[in-house]
């Protein structure tokens, strides 16, 4: 091969290179504009979400003797679409942040039992109007965590709710924290109906919905364990899930505890 061959060869390569450059930035910018509309069009639903879900349960909970039951099935369905919408708005700009690396975390001084508490009540709704029963096993003297209080929560709330759908009338589902050597580890368990073993693999991939034909689509958009591995990440833990059919399913994480410098001014 000649000089002049080597030399035309190496600026092909060079301008190759130059422009799968460009096509990466084109494709980075891309992304960050259509993560950065999400997340707008996100925000921008809150507040009319929030008003519709919010008058819907006050309808059916002042004018409940007065309502027949057309009447209260089509404000049911109104307050569930208004529920639906809203928590996909949620998934769609917190994964619109994750991707974008502008998710905010704060640093709180947290008692696990505070916040298992705090994700327990919010869900209390949920579970009774599904007639599951959700309880929290916490162990005693548990140390504190420096984490996001809101984003704990928010993590738990998810992974509960997840539990919810998937467990059948008259089910449980738990959610633990028990101490370790410096950590704390939180768990959520169902005794439902279990995830294939084929299917693990894949259940923290984005917009992944276990097929399940006789269960209506979950309100979000496939997204919810993506998210909530990511922030668990982002927190200092690991997300990891065990299942058995016909058993039910665990998903456990561990944060670590606050060292006894942060804590002895709090």
Do not use: C
């Amino acid at each position: 091969m000649t000089h002049d061959e080597t030399a035309h060869i190496r600026r092909q390569l060079e301008e190759s290179l130059a422009r799968i450059r460009q096509l990466e930035e084109e494709l980075v910018a891309g992304q960050r504009s259509r993560d950065d509309f999400l997340g707008a069009m996100s925000h921008e639903f809150y507040t009319p979400l929030n008003h519709i879900i919010g008058f819907s349960d006050l309808l059916l909970l002042d004018l409940a003797d007065g309502l027949n039951d057309d009447q209260r099935r089509q404000l049911t369905a109104v307050r569930d679409a208004g529920r639906y919408l809203y928590a996909m708005a949620q998934d769609i700009l917190d994964l619109a942040s994750l991707r974008s690396d502008t998710l905010r975390l704060s640093d709180d001084h947290v008692h696990p039992a505070e916040v298992v508490g705090a994700a327990v009540e919010q869900v209390t709704p949920i579970a009774r109007e599904k007639g599951v029963t959700v309880s929290s096993t916490v162990s005693g003297g548990l140390p504190l965590l420096r984490t996001d209080s809101r984003r704990l929560r928010q993590t738990l709330v998810r992974l509960i709710g997840n539990a919810i759908k998937f467990t059948d009338v008259g089910g449980t589902v738990t959610i633990g924290a028990s101490a370790g050597e410096d950590r704390v580890r939180f768990a959520v368990s169902d005794n439902g109906r279990g995830i294939p073993e084929g299917n693990l693999p894949g259940i923290f991939d984005e917009f992944r919905q276990l097929p399940q034909p006789d269960i209506a689509k979950s309100p979000g958009a496939g997204v919810g364990l993506t998210i909530s591995r990511a922030v668990i990440e982002r927190l200092g833990g690991r997300l990891h899930a065990e299942s058995a059919m016909g058993v039910g399913s665990t998903f456990w994480f561990e944060l670590p505890v606050a060292r006894e410098s942060d804590t002895t001014s709090w």
